[in-house]
């Protein structure tokens, strides 16, 4: 039975439509993830499902005793700030209880009161109920096992809310949500605060859960790990891909394929009936003529339409990178740094840094929120001194930077004013380049002061490039941008024959533009080959990490500590282990299931390029097939653990 159906649903802004028609369902077990462009109306559609706006058509159908669970891309600006993280509804409970409990002292007191006594009793009966009902008793436990998992620990818990980071807060909200239980979860870019650890955390637990998710996110790691489906929110209209983000991709590309030739097909029909049409003309054969018009005015429209389906993506956000040396030594050290040292005030974040960047390096510095990835750029930019050590920077270089936060000398400028401050270029020149970044019309027209954060790191692109860089330092580029200009980025940056370095938390971003990973590991950074090097690596240094050394009386104890900490590293080693080859089950099941649709369609008429497609898809099999024996030849799950 489904826990939602939504049915062609609508909802118009301002008279502009932004969901037409919209339809599905959701089962349970069931993880379903919002695709689009910003602005596409995805926020919107969680909304209405929640019951915080109404449809103008159509209609939402919940299951009865539905609890429905939701976590806001922001906490409202004037939401009250709650004295503690623990849940309000368990608060309430909890401060109720204690008042009952001081009634029926003062009732127990009185032999009179007999009557009274019990109605206090019957209430007090169901709060507990409700209390417990709501996991009150267990509330405190898991709300520290979730926040662990997302990263929070440590004094957090005994700290106000409000004296969290916004980021904090989300996490809090994001952790409350989930011990809610709901059979029903709604997640706005869920992702946005977690560090690496606390997203592998939350991949396994959406994995895990039973109950139906409704998300969206641009994380493509993310949504490859935890989504049974791809929905592409675009132009209003819904459509539902069955698969993780990888597949999503790869029916997408098939698609584009078949609609190419359908364009082929319908221009060369179309150029035949014009021909058609005017021989009929030519003959005075009215009649025919009129006919033959028609058929042209239909073909014509469906030229149209198939064409702006074909090139949707091509007004998606593009860039062009032009790198400032396109030739010389490819091994040139453009930077280097001997023994780097670094932070704030008395501490160090990082120590004895060492390592250079050549010509054509593509490298990426990946570590935990707080370790020091973006002091460490600032120090290499030249943007704060060093504790200790030294930056070295090759002769004659132009460096380009982004940072999480674009300033502009003059907020009262234009969008086209900015870019034709920074370069030689015609006004028409301007327009059409602001055009492949997402500015067109009146857009162009708007103050830098207006412009939103997304729009702000386009801009700042833009006018960036043309600078011709021969080094790119990149804090979280990848931020601000939505998945299909995600893509665009890393085939613009793989293209780049500058340097790079950056700093993300984008594992696919990594995976595809970073041939080096600087990793932090404690408060060193050492270089790896890849980002899943890196992980290993950082949980292997986690789990060695040890407890002060006890007093002598108490080593019994410690020991019995050790042991503990050892078993359940290995239970989560092995929940990790069963998770990979979970996935790896769904991958090859998936790619068997597409090798066999290949092998169904291939005729006599199958091109090369469908031959291409099928031996990489064999390839890529093998390599699954060959990751899922490494795993499973590794030490065995034990049988008594729980999955």
């Known amino acids: 039975m489904s826990l939602i159906a939504v049915q062609a649903v609508q909802k118009h802004y301002f008279g502009h439509p932004v969901l037409q028609d919209i339809s599905f369902q959701l089962d349970r077990g069931e993880r379903l993830c919002l695709l689009g462009s910003n602005g596409a109306g995805k926020t919107t559609l969680l909304r209405l499902i929640m019951g915080l706006e109404k449809p103008d058509g159509g209609q939402i159908v919940v299951a009865s005793q539905t609890i429905r669970g939701y976590l806001p891309q922001q906490l409202p600006a004037d939401a009250p700030e709650d004295a503690s993280w623990t849940s309000p509804e368990i608060r309430q409970l909890e401060s109720a209880m204690r008042q009952t409990e001081l009634e029926l002292e003062t009732l127990g007191q009185d032999a009179a009161q007999a009557g009274p006594l019990q109605a206090v009793l019957t209430r007090y009966a169901d709060l507990t109920a409700r209390y417990e009902a709501l996991g009150g008793y267990q509330h405190r436990h898991l709300m520290e096992e979730a926040l662990a998992g997302l990263g929070l620990t440590g004094d957090v818990l005994s700290r106000p809310l409000a004296t969290l980071s916004g980021g904090e807060r989300m996490r809090v909200a994001l952790a409350r949500l989930i011990i809610r239980n709901p059979d029903l979860l709604l997640l706005d870019e869920p992702t946005n605060h977690l560090d690496l650890d606390a997203l592998e955390w939350l991949e396994q637990y959406l994995t895990r859960f039973r109950g139906s998710v409704l998300l969206v996110s641009h994380d493509r790691t993310f949504i490859d790990r935890t989504a049974t489906a791809v929905a592409e929110l675009d132009a209003g209209r819904l459509r539902i891909r069955p698969g993780n983000y990888s597949r999503f991709v790869a029916q997408s590309e098939a698609e584009a394929v078949t609609l190419e030739r359908e364009i082929k097909k319908i221009a060369r029909e179309l150029e035949r009936q014009q021909e058609v049409t005017q021989t009929m003309l030519s003959h005075r054969n009215m009649s025919q003529y009129h006919a033959r018009e028609k058929v042209v005015a239909r073909l014509s429209t469906q030229l149209e339409e198939t064409i702006g389906r074909a090139h949707s993506a091509s007004q998606k956000l593009s860039f062009q990178f032009v790198p400032g040396l396109t030739t010389g030594d490819p091994d040139r050290i453009l930077l280097e740094t001997i023994g780097l040292a670094g932070g704030y005030g008395q501490g160090l974040l990082f120590h004895d840094v060492s390592f250079v960047l050549r ?97 702000r790191s386009r801009l700042y692109l833009a006018c960036l490039l043309l600078e011709e860089p021969n080094i790119l330092f990149l804090d979280e580029p990848t931020n601000h941008l939505d998945i299909y200009s995600r893509e665009v980025l890393e085939k613009a940056l793989l293209s780049f024959n500058g340097a790079i370095l950056a700093v993300s938390h984008d594992r696919m971003f990594i995976e595809r533009c970073c041939s080096l990973v600087l990793g932090f590991i404690g408060s060193r950074v050492l270089p790896f080959d890849s980002f899943e090097a890196y992980r290993q690596a950082a949980r292997v240094a986690e789990s060695q990490e040890r407890p002060p050394a006890p007093a002598p009386d108490r080593q019994p104890d410690s020991s019995a500590a050790r042991r503990r900490f050892n078993r359940a590293q290995e239970r989560r080693e092995t929940a990790l282990r069963k998770e990979q080859l979970r996935a790896l089950e769904n991958e090859i099941e998936l790619s068997e299931t597409k090798k066999a649709e290949l092998e169904a369609a291939f005729s006599a008429e199958t091109g090369p390029d469908a031959y291409e497609a099928y031996a990489g898809l064999l390839e890529d099999l093998e390599r699954k097939y060959q990751a899922y024996l490494r795993l499973a030849s590794e030490e065995p799950v034990s049988e008594d653990e729980p999955g």
Request: aromatic share 4%.
């Open 359 to 455: 010509a054509r390096a593509k490298a990426c510095l990946c570590g935990p929120n707080g370790c020091g990835k973006t002091t460490l750029l600032n120090l290499l930019r030249g943007e704060m001194t060093a504790a200790e050590g030294r930056v070295r920077l090759a002769a004659q270089m132009s460096v380009g930077t982004l940072g999480q936060h674009v300033i502009f000398a003059d907020e009262s400028r234009t969008v086209l004013d900015e870019l034709l401050s920074r370069a030689t270029l015609s006004e028409a020149q301007g327009r059409d380049l602001l055009a492949r970044y997402g500015f067109r019309d009146t857009h162009v027209y708007k103050q830098l002061q207006v412009l939103s954060g997304g729009e």
